[in-house]
Structure formats: structure tokens, C-alpha cells
């Protein structure tokens, strides 16, 4: 039986006495591939290690837009590109992109970081993984204007409206479905409306300790209840919601059936 490809999570995150049980739950509950999405030069570096040690992690290799303090001046330029070109286990650049909030760092490091990502992963030939929030007109824009349509990816943890989403797959990207779409209404529709070849499955998982069980933490083995809810608003089986999203994930990072973990 084909296996679900989890293509975000931050599993570096999590304590290392914990990764092994996590890969475990997963496999059992249908996993067989999870990439691991770096925050920062370091997180990247512990996503790559990850990748080494257990056959079925991937990493990503980037600067999460939340973790900027100053623009990727030419010598974080070149760690990045020596860690996502000296690895074959990097699958993408992954996690940029911009956001918005009050918090956020100042826009102008945000544009700044995030063409210079783009441009590493045109470099490399890797598709990107975006982030974006509250801030859709200016990802779009700068996707435009730096010709990411020629790496192609994916809009992470996607929670827009559909005229959006149609933009964003006009450009030669997928949208990412995680839990939110068990919840909100609005995304249920989105899911419904575009086609399955431009979807693909998350969980985006990371520690959550503001949950008062541990239990509750969203983990990859998740994505099984992401998979079923998009086959019940799609109305087709479990078996190719499963098969197709995971071929997409796999089509755009340019990996193949051969990394899914079988057992």
C-alpha cells in the first residue's frame, strides 16, 4: 500500500530522546516519509543530521522569516548553500518566506532574505517551501519578480481563500493541507475546489508545550486524519488521496518511490 509523505514538520524541535518514538508512530499509522524544515542555520544543520541517522527524514535547509535579525549578507549566503548543496539528503529550501504580524522583523530584512533564499534555491535547482502570513500580495509579487515559477513548491500550511490559491497553482505551486482543515469551513471549500495534482499534506509539528497533555502535540502519524478528511471533501478513496498527494511531494523535491520507508 502507498505511504503519506508528511512534507513539514520541526522535528529538530522536539527533544532527541523523543525523535524515535515519534519516526515509530508514524510508520504505524501509514508515514512513510517526513521532511524536516530548518528555522536557522543551525536548525538546518540538526534537520540534515536527522536526515543522516533515520532513512526516512529529509531535511530542508533555511531561515524561518519569524528568526531574521539582519539581512542574509554573502557569508550566510554560503553556509546555506554549502549545508543544501553538500547533503543528498536536502529536499528543499525550506522554511522561507515572509510574515507579517505585529512582531515580525522589519519588512525590508524579510524581502531582502526571502529573494535571497529564492535565489539559492534557483541556484541549486530545489524547489521552495513557503511561508505566508498575513502577507499573500507581497509573497506573490516576489515570486513574480524573482521567477520562483522555475524551482516551483510549496505554499506551507495554507489557510488563504481560493482566488489565491488559484494564483499561487497558476504559478507552478501546491498548496499544503494541514489540521486546519479538519476545522475551518472556508479552507474545506478551498480543498474541495482545486484539483487533487496541486495538493499536497503536512502537519507542520513541533513541540507545543502551551498543551496541557503531551499526548495532544501534533505529530506526523497526524496526517493520516488530514488524509481522510480530504477524502471525504473530495469524495474519493482514502487510497488515492494517499497516492496522489504523496506522488506530488515527491514530483516536486524530485525523490522517488525508492525513499518511502515500506515496513
Not at 56 to 80: Q, R, S
Not at 241 to 263: A, C, F, G, P, R
Amino acid at each position: 500500500m502507498q505511504r503519506l509523505v508528511d512534507s513539514h514538520t520541526h522535528l529538530d524541535h522536539f527533544p532527541t530522546q523523543e525523535i524515535d518514538s515519534i519516526v515509530s508512530r508514524a510508520i504505524e499509522n501509514g508515514v512513510g516519509l517526513i521532511i524536516s524544515a530548518g528555522t536557522t542555520l543551525e536548525s538546518s544543520e540538526q534537520c540534515i543530521n536527522l536526515s543522516t541517522a533515520i532513512p526516512m527524514v529529509f531535511a530542508g535547509v533555511g531561515i524561518h522569516p519569524m528568526n531574521l535579525t539582519e539581512i542574509i549578507d554573502n557569508k550566510t549566503y554560503k553556509a546555506l548553500k554549502t549545508l543544501a548543496s553538500e547533503n543528498p539528503k536536502v529536499a528543499c529550501i525550506s522554511e522561507i518566506g515572509l510574515d507579517f504580524l505585529p512582531t515580525s522583523p522589519a519588512y525590508d530584512i524579510q524581502i531582502q532574505s526571502f529573494k535571497r533564499q529564492i535565489s539559492l534555491a534557483r541556484d541549486l535547482a530545489k524547489p521552495i517551501i513557503v511561508h505566508s502570513r498575513e502577507a499573500h500580495p507581497d509573497v506573490l509579487k516576489t515570486l513574480v519578480n524573482e521567477n520562483a515559477r522555475s524551482v516551483g513548491g510549496v505554499i506551507h500550511y495554507y489557510q488563504g481563500d481560493l482566488d489565491t490559491a488559484h494564483k499561487y497553482i497558476n504559478m507552478g505551486f501546491s498548496i499544503s493541507m494541514a489540521k486546519p482543515l479538519l476545522r475551518i469551513n472556508e479552507l474545506q471549500n478551498v480543498a474541495k475546489a482545486i484539483p487533487i495534482e496541486f495538493i499536497v499534506l503536512e502537519t507542520d509539528s513541533a513541540p507545543q508545550p502551551w498543551k496541557k497533555y503531551r499526548h495532544r502535540w501534533t505529530e506526523p502519524f497526524h496526517l493520516t486524519q488530514v488524509a481522510e478528511k480530504l477524502a471525504e471533501l473530495k469524495d474519493m478513496s482514502i487510497e488515492t488521496i494517499i497516492e496522489k498527494t504523496t506522488q506530488n511531494i515527491l514530483n516536486i523535491t524530485k525523490l522517488d518511490q525508492t525513499t518511502l520507508v515500506k515496513y
